[in-house]
T-cell receptor, first 114, second 111 residues
């Protein structure tokens, strides 16, 4: 069974540009989560989808971040325009069951904004 | 006060020893607790979860939970060099969905 995959693995962009990150969850997992780890900080929750619906987006830092999950399969996270403080590693996770159950993480996308 | 706190380490133990990793959390209503292992440059990998007070054992790993003290720990018996990694403690939020992570403890097992 394939795990959670993320693309790209690395992205380097200039301040003000747009970047789109993609996450493909484990097949059959209705729950998809985005997390972010900035340098020196802990991994922080961004948002949670159940199928194509946003269940909790309380962790999204501001309106420069837009997450979508059309069709309830893969998800994208767009940052527009990117700022220096957006640099970090963006993780996607998925789980089969809604609730405090196991979340399986992808390898992450390392975003560097210069 | 940070929601989930861990000693960043590094924690160094010799091969074959017991490694003890500790975590405290601030929300007394928390119900679900997780330990993830993360090798450098890799994704966090779930190794244990615990919901009830007491101990939960899985192979060489034992998770311990004390809700009264708001404390959760992970013991690794017979530590191996391959256990060298960062161990992340995570607590589920009140809704039981999002995970709140600590910064992680780096473990180094020397052969």
């Amino acid at each position: 069974e394939a795990g959670v995959t993320q693309f790209p693995s690395h992205s380097v962009i200039e301040k003000g540009q747009t970047v789109t990150l993609r996450c493909d969850p484990i097949s059959g997992h209705d729950n998809l989560y985005w997390y972010r780890r900035v340098m020196g900080k802990e991994i922080k929750f961004l948002l949670h989808f159940v199928k194509e619906s946003k269940q909790d987006e309380s962790g999204m830092p501001n309106n420069r971040f837009l997450a979508e999950r059309t069709g309830g399969t893969y998800s994208t996270l767009k940052v527009q325009p990117a700022e220096l403080e957006d640099s970090g590693v963006y993780f996607c996770a998925s789980s089969q069951v809604t609730g405090p159950y196991e979340q399986y993480f992808g390898p992450g996308t390392r975003l560097t904004v210069t | 006060q940070k929601e989930v706190e861990q000693n960043s380490g590094p924690l160094s133990v010799p091969e074959g020893a017991i490694a003890s990793l500790n975590c405290t959390y601030s929300d007394r209503g928390s119900q679900s607790f997780f330990w993830y292992r993360q090798y450098s440059g890799k994704s966090p990998e779930l190794i244990m979860f615990i919901y009830s007070n007491g101990d939960k054992e899985d192979g060489r790993f034992t998770a311990q939970l004390n809700k009264a003290s708001q404390y959760v720990s992970l013991l690794i018996r017979d530590s191996q060099p391959s256990d060298s990694a960062t161990y992340l403690c995570a607590v589920a939020n009140q809704a039981g969905t999002a995970l709140i992570f600590g910064k992680g403890t780096t473990l180094s097992v020397s052969s």
